[in-house]
């Protein structure tokens, strides 16, 4: 058993009420799409959603977040629906989930969609790393709500008698907070450990020169599926959201004979907790060290736009705005010839593809072709046969245009990126126009 393991909520398929406020059009997302989001996240995390309630709300109630007329309807409906658990679109504070939870009544649950994604991690995480990255998330979420926990011991207290002068809510709630502390500080040492070695690795790539592609999009936009198309691998697929957590990096060899690493990384989600991108970073560090972002696009989604928004607010949040990037729009197969027209109008510089049937792959390769030789050198070099390390980097890092082996080594003409040409600088017999 791992040392550290995220702790996952999921009992069976429970009965859930699903929740969200109608701000006002404030926001990209109206609330039913916002809705049929978290509907597919609860699918996902195991659920079985029995009742939609809406409410239209200028701001939030500070005590329940939802009028209290609300409160008593909801309340209602799971007694009548039998419910298990109550799942709000948005992110509740401590004291507003424990209100709740008091006003419907034990033993139903009050969570919201931060604490549902952050299940559906804990469900999916595999490697250590990514283990360790959603307890980190999971204990930071649960650190501010220890309180709600302890309340009955604490309402023993305001009813005075034999061991109320100890305080035994307020100490077990120190304790427990303490440990929590402890813990949290113990991931984050983890993942600094795991981070260094990520970080050896990653610069073990960059001075080997190979140009680094991220796939980057929406959850169950089909990065995965496109990962297992362009390398030949075996990623996990699901349709489920949120199904591969772990970045995977293969390597590809283009035709011009340039061999590129393809990392596959986490999706994205419209408000995505904030705890996920802080416990995450070591992981969408591999989308800032790369050299291009491919983002992946669900042609077919009726919110496609949204979530390439979305989506471009994280890479905003991380520091990877700058990034060369290439729009892909994937499912194509499943849109008609005109709104494939429609997509080429709007967004020119885009690829479509299918990386299920395999349509446009080879335009999207050519593509990435092309934004690896941006800036490239074109160059003459004598490289000497006692330097077989940097002559195999000529054949793998490099577009050989022509070669010969002569008595002094390999001879040829490539074209190379600047960090390559960096290398063979010293062995440049004559620059080419």
Known sequence: MARFEPQSTDIGRERAILVGVDHGGVGDWTVEESLGELRRLAETGGAQVVQVVTQRLDRPVPKT???SGKVVEIAALVDSLEADVVIFDDELTPSQQSNLEHALGEPTKVIDRTALILDIFGMHARTRAGRLQVQLAQLQYVLPRLRGMWSHLVGEQTRGGIGS?????ESQLEVDRRLVRRRIATLREELRRLERQRDVQSKARWESGIYRVALVGY????????????????????????????????????EEGRKVTITDTVGFIQKLPTTLIEAFKS???????ADLILKVVDASDQQAHKELAAVDGVLGEIGASEIRSVVVYNKCDLIDEEAR??????????????????QGIKGLLYRVAQEASLGDETMTVLVPYERGALISMVHERCQIIREEYVQGGLMATLRASRRIGDYLAPYVVRDEP
Not at 245 to 253: I, V
Not at 343 to 356: K, N, T
């Open 219 to 254: 959850t169950n936009a089909g990065k995965s599926t496109l990962l297992n198309r362009l390398t030949g691998s075996d990623v996990y697929v699901q349709d489920e959201l949120f199904a591969t957590l772990d970045p995977t990096t293969r390597s590809l060899d283009l």
């Open 165 to 169: 002068r100890f305080g035994q809510g």
């Open 65 to 67: 977040y939802i009028g």
């Open 341 to 358: 027209r429609a997509l080429a109008v709007s967004h020119p510089d885009a690829v479509q593809i299918s990386a299920l049937e395999g």
């Open 283 to 289: 992981t969408l560090s591999e989308v800032l060290a």
